[in-house]
C-alpha cells in the first residue's frame, strides 16, 4: 500500500473512533465533558433559570420547545434543503465601512466553498438577471408602453401639441425616488444587488464552528452591543460590558428592552449553533484538509454557565426564545403573501412540493397560541415614530457591520440572518403590508405585478433560514439540557 493510502486508511480509522466517541458521550449523561462532582454543582446548571414565561412574552418555554421541536423543526428541515432556499445570493466582498480590513481569516475552515454555474436552477439565475416587478418598474418606458402611454394611442387631439415625453434622467430620478419609498420600510441593507455579489450554496457551507474567534470576533460583538443598543446603567454594568444586565432592562422602556432582547438572542443562537458543531478534530493534510464537527458541551458551558457568566448566561439563553417568537409572528402575518409566492425555481415537480410544504408550515405556524404581539410596539404616539427610525438605522448599521466580519464563512451567515431578522421587522412594522391585507388584496384571484407590498427573493430565503437557524438552536438546546442535568 502506498504512504498515501496508509494515511487515508489512518485517518478514516480516526474519523470513525471519534464519530463513535461523539454517539457514546451523548447516549451517557452522566459521562461526557461534565459529569457532576456533587449534587450543588448538578443543580447549578445553563438551564436552572431557563423554566416559565419568557419576558414581554405571553408564553412559557415549555409551550415553545414543544411546538418547536415537534412542529416546526422537522418541517424546516426538508424544506430548507430544496433549491429555492438553498442558493443565496450575497457580496462577501464588501469592505468595511468603519474599520480598516485587517482581520481576514486565513483558516481554511473559514473559507466559502463556490457552487458550480451549472448547479444553480435556470429558473432563479433567470430572475435575477431580469428586472424585477419593482415599484421602480412603473416609471419605466418599458412601463409607459405596456400601458398605452404612447403617441401613437393619444387620441385627444387637444394634447397632440404638448410634449408628452420624459427624458431619460426624469425616468432614473423616478426610479430614484421610487427604490427610496422601497427602501423607507428597510430594516437591513440589501447587497444581492451590487458588484461581487454572488450565489452561495449553503447546504456546502454550513454553520458552525471555524475557528475563528479573538480579537476580531470580539470587536464585532462589541461593535453591535455598544455602539448600536440603547445601553444601560453604566455604574451596575459588570465585567461583560458588551452586555447590558438583564436587571438593568427594568429600568428602560419596552423598545428598547425589545431591541437588546432581539439582538442578544441573535447572538446566544449563534454561539449554540458554534457549541453544536464544534470542530472537534481537523487532518494536517493540506491537500485534502478535513474536519470533524460535533457537539461540546464544555464549550456551550463556558459561554451560557451562571459562573462562566457572571448570572447572565440563562438570560441570554432566555432571549433566544424572544427572537423566536418575533420571527414567527412574522411568518404567520406575512402568510397571506407568502402563499402567493411561485417559489419558481424552474424544476416544476421540486417547485410543487415547495408550495406545498410553505402552505403547511404556514397553517402550522398561524395554529400557535401566543404569539408575539407586534402591537405592544411603537405605540406611544409621536414618540414611537422616532423609537421605529431609530430602531431601523441601528438595524440597518448592525447590517453594515456584518461586511467587517473577518471570516468568509461567519460573515455568510451572519448577513443571512440579520437580513431575515430585518426581513421580518419589516414584515411586523410595514404599513404597506397593513394596508394591502386591510384591503383583501391578498384574497383576489389576480394580483397585478408591482403590488403594494413585495418582498424579493433573498429576502424571502433569508427570512426562512433564519428562522430555520432559531429553530435549530431551541432544537439543539434538547440535547445540551440532556446532557447537563
Request: with cysteine; glycine share 6%.
Amino acid at each position: 500500500m502506498s504512504a498515501r493510502g496508509t494515511r487515508q486508511v489512518q485517518r478514516n480509522l480516526w474519523a470513525s473512533l471519534l464519530a463513535l466517541l461523539v454517539i457514546l458521550y451523548w447516549a451517557d449523561p452522566t459521562g461526557g465533558y461534565f459529569a457532576a462532582l456533587d449534587e450543588t454543582e448538578t443543580n447549578k446548571n445553563c438551564f436552572c433559570e431557563l423554566e416559565g414565561s419568557i419576558n414581554d412574552c405571553s408564553c412559557d418555554v415549555d409551550t415553545v420547545d414543544h411546538f418547536n421541536n415537534m412542529k416546526i423543526f422537522p418541517r424546516l428541515q426538508s424544506l430548507l434543503v430544496k433549491n429555492f432556499f438553498r442558493f443565496y445570493k450575497v457580496n462577501l466582498r464588501q469592505e468595511c465601512p468603519f474599520w480598516p480590513d485587517d482581520s481576514r481569516c486565513a483558516i481554511r475552515f473559514c473559507q466559502v466553498e463556490n457552487c458550480e454555474e451549472q448547479a444553480i436552477p435556470q429558473g432563479i439565475k433567470d430572475k435575477g438577471e431580469h428586472k424585477e416587478k419593482a415599484a421602480a418598474f412603473k416609471y419605466s418606458r418599458e412601463a409607459q408602453s405596456a400601458n398605452g402611454c404612447s403617441d401613437a394611442e393619444d387620441f385627444d387631439s387637444a394634447l397632440g401639441f404638448l410634449d408628452t415625453s420624459i427624458s431619460d434622467q426624469a425616468h432614473r430620478e423616478f426610479e430614484l425616488w421610487a427604490k427610496h419609498d422601497e427602501a423607507e420600510e428597510d430594516f437591513c441593507i440589501v447587497d444581492d444587488h451590487e458588484e461581487g455579489s454572488q450565489y452561495v450554496d449553503l447546504l456546502l457551507n454550513p454553520e458552525r464552528y471555524t475557528g475563528y474567534r479573538g480579537e476580531s470576533a470580539h470587536r464585532i460583538w462589541k461593535s453591535i452591543y455598544l455602539e448600536n443598543c440603547f445601553g444601560g446603567n453604566n455604574e451596575t454594568a459588570n465585567k461583560f460590558s458588551n452586555y447590558v444586565p438583564h436587571l438593568d432592562l427594568r429600568n428602560v422602556c419596552l423598545e428598547q428592552r425589545a431591541f437588546y432582547r432581539i439582538i442578544s438572542g441573535l447572538h446566544s443562537s449563534i454561539n449554540i449553533h458554534l457549541c453544536s458543531k464544534y470542530l472537534l478534530s481537523e487532518s494536517k493534510d493540506f491537500l485534502d484538509p478535513q474536519g470533524i464537527w460535533g457537539p461540546n458541551a464544555q464549550e456551550f458551558k463556558r459561554r451560557f454557565s451562571p459562573e462562566t457568566t457572571g448570572g447572565e448566561g440563562p438570560h441570554w439563553l432566555r432571549n433566544l426564545y424572544f427572537i423566536y417568537l418575533v420571527e414567527l409572528r412574522a411568518l404567520a402575518k406575512a402568510a397571506p403573501y407568502l402563499r402567493r409566492e411561485d417559489y419558481y425555481t424552474g424544476i416544476a415537480e421540486e417547485d410543487d412540493e415547495v408550495k406545498l410544504a410553505i402552505n403547511d408550515l404556514l397553517s402550522v405556524i398561524e395554529s400557535f397560541q401566543s404569539h408575539f404581539d407586534e402591537n405592544a410596539l411603537f405605540s406611544s404616539g409621536i414618540a414611537s415614530i422616532k423609537f421605529k427610525s431609530d430602531y431601523k438605522e441601528k438595524f440597518r448599521n448592525i447590517s453594515r457591520i456584518m461586511s467587517c466580519v473577518g471570516c468568509d464563512k461567519c460573515k455568510l451567515w451572519g448577513k443571512l440572518q440579520t437580513q431575515g431578522l430585518g426581513t421580518a421587522l419589516k414584515i411586523l412594522y410595514s404599513e404597506k403590508l397593513n394596508l394591502a391585507t386591510e384591503s383583501g388584496l391578498w384574497d383576489r384571484p389576480h394580483i397585478e405585478a408591482d403590488p403594494i407590498f413585495r418582498l424579493s427573493r433573498p429576502e424571502i430565503v433569508a427570512l426562512f433560514n433564519a428562522f430555520g437557524r432559531l429553530s435549530n438552536s431551541i432544537y439543539e438546546m434538547e440535547n445540551f439540557r440532556r446532557v447537563l442535568r
